[in-house]
């Protein structure tokens, strides 16, 4: 059974994913790929495919999606078929890399904490009755990266390349899928992308915004399922 390596968001770790992992893990090799020890896309891509396996299933959210699609732009060879989830195949616009920068300097000062939860918290989930533990996951998972891996994320982040071509030379099963109040990458970047990919399958998780494998894991879960399973 072809193995499924997993790339999580800025600032996340395993527990990212942890409901699929449990959901997943029992018949088929899991890989968790960090995404904490470079400052460029390219970078990063090329050392997760240096330890991923010969061939594999890839599915990455938000920042990770970003990277799968650099992946997958390395070695369209290796990837047996891709999950995108709440990401953005563009570059990063002008206005989003000018608030990054005080972003940087506030980490750099100290305030990793204050920023994770005044700017980026905010934005990540959906009303919901996990809201809170969710959101205390976030910050415990950031805190836990800490601000150094903070920094270089943050500059990967602004100078990725965009990625549009590389989804439409793709030729895989090709799972997209967002929260559908998502306010970060919302709904219509991922019509987008499953436009460009042919013959990829868009999927809106219901009351979830950024992260719905943790809001909605029970949808999430049936959908990667499927994908998997797709001929």
């Known amino acids: 059974m072809t193995p499924l390596v997993l790339i999580p968001g800025m600032m996340c770790d395993a527990r990212l994913f942890a409901p699929q992992i449990a959901a997943f893990s029992g018949n088929r090799g899991l890989h968790l790929a960090p995404i904490a020890a470079q400052d460029s896309v390219p970078a990063l891509a090329a050392q997760i495919l240096a330890s991923a396996p010969p061939r594999f299933a890839l599915a990455g959210l938000s920042m990770g999606g970003i990277v799968a699609m650099e992946v997958l732009r390395q070695a369209p060879d290796r990837v047996d078929r891709i999950a995108l989830l709440d990401t953005n195949p563009r570059a990063e616009s002008d206005a989003v890399k000018a608030r990054r920068r005080p972003q940087l ?3 750099a000062q100290g305030r990793l904490a204050q920023v994770m939860r005044e700017e980026m918290k905010p934005n990540y989930l959906a009303p919901g009755p996990r809201r809170a533990d969710i959101l205390d996951l976030c910050l415990e998972m ?3 990266l800490g601000p150094e891996v903070f920094a270089r994320q943050s500059r990967a982040l602004m100078d990725r390349p965009d990625q549009c071509d590389t989804l439409r030379a793709a030729r895989l099963p090709a799972l997209v899928l967002c929260g559908r109040a998502d ?3 919302p709904v219509h970047r991922h019509e987008l992308m499953a ?3 042919p013959g990829a399958r868009l999927e809106i998780v219901e009351q979830a915004g950024h992260l719905p494998t943790l ?3 029970e949808f999430v879960n049936a959908a990667l399922g499927r994908w998997l399973e797709a001929a």
Do not use: G, Q, S, Y
């Open 142 to 144: 950031a805190l836990a």
């Open 183 to 185: 306010a970060l990458c």
């Open 195 to 197: 436009n460009l990919i």
């Open 105 to 107: 300097e506030a980490v």
């Open 215 to 217: 809001e909605r894991p």
